[in-house]
């Protein structure tokens, strides 16, 4: 069984930082990409940032400049470094990794979510 597990979210104020972290464990034999979606009350999930296992990346343009997603393929470990935050960038941040397992194959999985709230 594969869980990602995030951690590392809470409340700050406007500029702040937060690092956000999300850890994938269980039983599988490789770890594609990985990333952060975020939903807003009453909004749909969209993609904050995205890592490839090279290392290549893709932001959304909202948070270009200001977040950095980085990982540990070693520890199967997906950070996401969040500066200059804005009350706009208040809401559930998802993990989101594409995970190979014998039984399954590719797959997508997803973490329960953490909460980010920026105060003005």
């Known amino acids: 069984q594969v869980q990602l597990v995030e951690s590392g979210g809470g409340l700050v104020q406007a500029g702040g930082s937060l690092r956000l972290s999300c850890a994938a464990s269980?039983?599988?034999?490789?770890?594609?990409?990985m990333g952060w979606y975020r939903q807003a009350p009453g909004k749909q999930r969209d993609m904050v940032a995205v890592?490839?296992?090279?290392?290549?990346?893709t932001y959304a343009d909202s948070v270009k400049g200001r977040f950095t997603i980085s990982r540990d393929n070693a520890r199967n470990l997906v950070y996401l470094q969040m500066n200059s935050l804005k009350p706009e960038d208040t809401a559930v941040y998802y993990c989101?990794?594409?995970?190979?397992?014998?039984?399954?194959?590719?797959?997508?999985?997803w973490g329960q979510g953490t909460q980010v709230t920026v105060s003005s």
């Open positions: 269980g039983s599988f034999v490789g770890v594609n990409a």
């Open positions: 989101n990794a594409n995970i190979a397992t014998v039984k399954i194959g590719l797959s997508a999985y």
């Open positions: 890592i490839t296992r090279g290392g290549i990346t």
